[in-house]
């Protein structure tokens, strides 16, 4: 019975702490503060890479229009949902 209160507390506390991760958008990494827009850019682009790898593969990439217009676009857009998911208050 004791275990699963100190788990409960535990879980608890862990949620909590996601919660307040939105009122300081200042990360810590290697015991540096970045601001939370470099890590979202960074995210945006891994992920805006791995989805046009997945469009080039699938063979849908030629359907979209011009790469110099369609990359960045794609880019942008995967960093401001990523900063809407995260960071949006």
């Not at 100190?6 to 949620?15: E, K, N, P, W």
């Not at 996601?18 to 682009?45: K, N, Q, R, V, Y």
């Amino acid at each position: 019975m004791m275990v699963t209160g100190q788990l409960r507390d535990r879980f608890l506390l862990a949620s909590l702490s996601i919660f307040l991760t939105a009122c300081d958008p200042m990360l810590s990494l290697e015991g540096s503060f970045w601001p939370a827009w470099i890590i979202c850019i960074l995210t945006g682009l891994g992920t805006s890479m791995l989805l046009m790898w997945q469009l080039v593969h699938y063979r849908l990439a030629p359907y979209l229009g011009p790469p110099l217009l369609i990359a960045p676009s794609l880019w942008a857009l995967c960093t401001f949902i990523i900063w809407l998911l995260f960071y949006s208050t």
